[in-house]
């Protein structure tokens, strides 16, 4: 049984010498044009990052490592007497691109567990803070005070070479990772539960288990287990997405781990980003009080119109990048299928008869150019089944997932000696002289 600094130690030359061979071999090949529209439309389709730990097509969702989700379901070790993937064999497999073994698997959940503790300062912040506070803004306000402790800003302090800077980076990223749960968890409490005593961390329990004990539903094993999946499956899409490109931004100033997590947490919280799992249930809910009890394709395509007329998007559809519906969908109802407590569910039901129907009514109406569910559509509906229906909360639980590819990109991107990320950008009357001249 190796340790992820171990397995870390060996990979990160070979990768080194590969990316030294990209550079002295092809450093001035083409990996595309950047075109005006480019520019003005967000960046979409520009090849423009290196992100190693996973890549997303279009068509056919996101792979990990070159594993699909169902490869991870397959190869990834679960929970002691449970089924889905966890944290911990995500994490490993993000980082180092090895499929851990079932003790190396613990050995990391034991790490987490043993440093699971908050400070005594963050947990006074965060009870300091009014219960109407976003929880994202107090989850981005938490993991911001974390960086007391960071051990990169005080080993740069100290004066480190750059071939150090790894090491500290993946000793922060460790350390927050481990520390979300107990971060996220009190929050919920301190907001929805206050006055009521938090559990503790069991040593022997993987990072989710703790979370949702943590979170009040640690004896709901089926809840357990759709949270070791949601946070597994979304805890990385490559590069590009805004919570995962604005870690990699700030960190690229050498700003430490906790604060470009920070950074990377206020992008999640934005109605198109992670705030859709959010908003998802508002509208399903706004839905269901509309149309009553009469549920019907017909019901559902008007309120789809009215939404998209009154000129707002229909929340959990549409992508950047996937042109399909969204793999991680696709895991999320199957986690239903299999048992017939969620099928018989009103809101679990909402959500799939949408699915039947908007995609159509999104092709009808134009715009989008992927008419199909992404993760957020299908996320919310199964923590309100069981009992969490606090879906100001949700994007929260996404926050903990991020964690496990941003930070593992933190700890590359250090390994890599990747440099400060600063595009070139240009005014209107400079794109029209460049082009005007062709
Ligand atoms: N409902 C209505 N209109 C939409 C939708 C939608 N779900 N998706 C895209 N459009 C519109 C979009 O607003 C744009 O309109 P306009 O020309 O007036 O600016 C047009 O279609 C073209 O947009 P696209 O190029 O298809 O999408 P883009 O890449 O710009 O944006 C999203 C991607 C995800 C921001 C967009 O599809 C969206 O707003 N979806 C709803 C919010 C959502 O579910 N976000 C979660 C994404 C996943 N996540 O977890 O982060
Ligand atoms: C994500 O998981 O980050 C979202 O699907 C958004 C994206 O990939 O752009």
Redesign the pocket.
């Known amino acids: 049984t190796k340790t992820i600094r171990e397995v870390l130690q060996e990979v990160i030359p070979q990768k080194q010498a590969q990316l030294q061979e990209l550079k002295a071999k092809h450093s001035q090949a083409s990996l595309g044009d950047v075109k005006v529209e480019n520019v003005i439309g967000?960046m979409?389709g520009l090849k423009a990052m290196l992100w190693d730990a996973s890549v997303l097509d279009p068509i056919e969702g996101i792979r990990f490592h070159g594993l699909s989700i169902p490869d991870c379901q397959k190869q990834l070790t679960p929970a002691p007497g449970g089924k889905e993937i966890i944290a911990e064999s995500m994490l490993w497999l993000l980082l180092t691109g090895r499929v851990p073994t079932e003790a190396e698997t613990r050995q990391l959940s034991r790490e987490f567990a043993e440093k699971g503790d908050l400070p005594k300062h963050v947990e006074q912040l965060i009870d300091s803070l009014p219960k109407t506070l976003h929880p994202m803004t107090q989850l981005g306000m938490g993991v911001a005070a974390l960086n007391h402790d960071s051990q990169f800003a005080a080993a740069y302090e100290r004066g480190i070479k750059k071939s150090e800077y790894w090491t500290h980076t993946l000793e922060d990223c460790i350390n927050l990772i481990a520390r979300l749960p107990a971060l996220a968890a009190r929050i919920y409490r301190n907001v929805y539960k206050p006055g009521t005593p938090i559990a503790g961390i069991n040593k022997d329990l993987d990072l989710v288990g703790n979370y949702v004990n943590m979170l009040g539903y640690g004896h709901n094993h089926d809840l357990t287990e759709y949270l070791r999946l949601y946070i597994a499956i979304h805890g990385d899409h490559e590069g590009g997405?805004?919570s995962a490109h604005t870690a990699h931004l700030v960190g690229s100033t050498l700003s430490d781990p906790y604060l470009s997590y920070a950074a990377a947490l206020f992008a999640l919280a934005g109605?198109?980003?992670?705030l859709?799992?959010q908003?998802?249930l508002r509208w399903q809910m706004n839905m269901q009080k509309e149309i009553g009890d009469k549920i019907t394709h017909e019901n559902i395509k008007e309120f789809l119109w009215k939404t998209?007329k009154s000129g707002?998007?229909?929340?959990?559809?549409?992508?950047?990048v996937l042109r399909n519906p969204d793999p991680r969908f696709i895991a999320l109802q199957e986690f239903c299928s299999t048992r017939p407590e969620l099928l018989a569910d009103p809101v679990i039901q909402l959500v799939k008869q949408t699915y039947e129907v908007a995609p159509g009514v999104?092709k009808e109406?134009g715009?989008?150019?992927?008419p199909y569910p992404?993760?957020?559509?299908a996320s919310g509906c199964v923590l309100y089944h069981y009992g969490l229906t606090e879906f100001k909360y949700y994007t929260v639980i996404?926050g903990v997932s991020r964690a496990l590819g941003a930070l593992t990109q933190l700890v590359w991107a250090r390994a890599l000696n990747l440099p400060l990320e600063r595009p070139k950008s240009l005014s209107i009357d400079a794109i029209k002289q460049i082009v005007e001249k062709q």
């Open positions: 967000g979409r997405n805004a109605p198109l980003h992670g859709a799992n908003e998802v998209l707002q998007v229909v929340p959990g559809y549409g992508h950047g999104l109406h715009k989008t150019k992927n992404n993760v957020d559509a996404f």
